[in-house]
């Protein structure tokens, strides 16, 4: 089955730029969907089709897709940032979800 | 607004059942696919099951297929989770959330706050 890689942990100091990548094969081809979970809450969507932003989302978030790599970009990063960050695909051949193994996002 | 609320989670014994439920207001529940995620402790996200607007269509993950069924009531807007022969390893913050299916690129929001179901003896 198709399987999603994340990096286990990922910082940076604030006001600096984070980059979580989430390796599949030839994940350029799918739409990748980004979700942040702050510490016992509920996910939330961040990034929708590689690069769109959800209403009430920041223009700090931002996404890309290309080759075997997608990737969510935090610019200008704050505290509240801090958070585990997942990246989700649909696998058409199996009509099901795919999850990435998750990334947490630690502010300096 | 947009809002999912889950209940029914509790302890429960190994081969015990529970039902989850999940309670939608602030759109039109009936036009939306939903579907069960969980999260174990500690752990990543795991979609369980979803099923379709009118119900005709489901989907399980293969580790709750046969134990797991899903269903919905458009007229109350509601979905549930009946789980069954639960597991140790069933136990999670399990979510539910509207899947929004757009010619297979399809994501999941919201989410609501999630019930966390223990299997435990």
């Known amino acids: 089955s198709y399987v999603l890689t994340q990096p286990p942990s990922v910082s940076v100091a604030p006001g600096q730029t984070a980059r979580i990548t989430c390796g599949g094969n030839n994940i350029g081809s799918k739409s990748v969907h980004w979700y942040q979970q702050k510490p016992g809450q509920a996910p939330v969507l961040v990034v929708y089709d590689d690069s769109d932003r959800p209403s009430g989302i920041p223009e700090r978030f931002s996404g890309s897709n290309s080759g075997n790599t997608a990737t969510l970009t935090i610019s200008r990063v704050e505290a509240g940032d801090e958070a585990d960050y997942y990246c989700q695909v649909w696998d058409s051949s199996s009509d099901h979800p795919i999850f990435g193994t998750g990334t947490k996002v630690t502010v300096l | 607004q947009v809002q999912l609320v889950e209940s029914g989670g509790g302890l429960v014994k190994p081969g015990g059942s529970l039902r989850l439920s999940c309670a939608a207001s602030?759109?039109?529940?009936?036009?939306?696919?939903m579907s069960w995620i969980r999260q174990a402790p500690g752990k990543g996200l795991e979609w369980v099951s979803y099923?379709?607007?009118?119900?005709?269509?489901?989907y399980y993950a293969d580790s709750v297929k046969g134990r797991f069924t899903i269903s919905r009531d458009n007229a109350k807007n509601s979905l549930y989770l009946q789980m069954n022969s639960l597991r140790a390893e069933d136990t999670a913050v399990y979510y539910c959330?509207?899947?929004?299916?757009?010619?297979?690129?399809?994501?999941?929001?919201?989410w609501g706050q999630g019930t966390l179901v223990t299997v435990s003896s």
């Open positions: 602030g759109f039109t529940f009936s036009d939306y696919y």
């Open positions: 099923i379709s607007s009118s119900g005709s269509t489901i």
């Open positions: 959330a509207s899947l929004i299916a757009v010619a297979g690129r399809n994501w999941f929001d919201p």
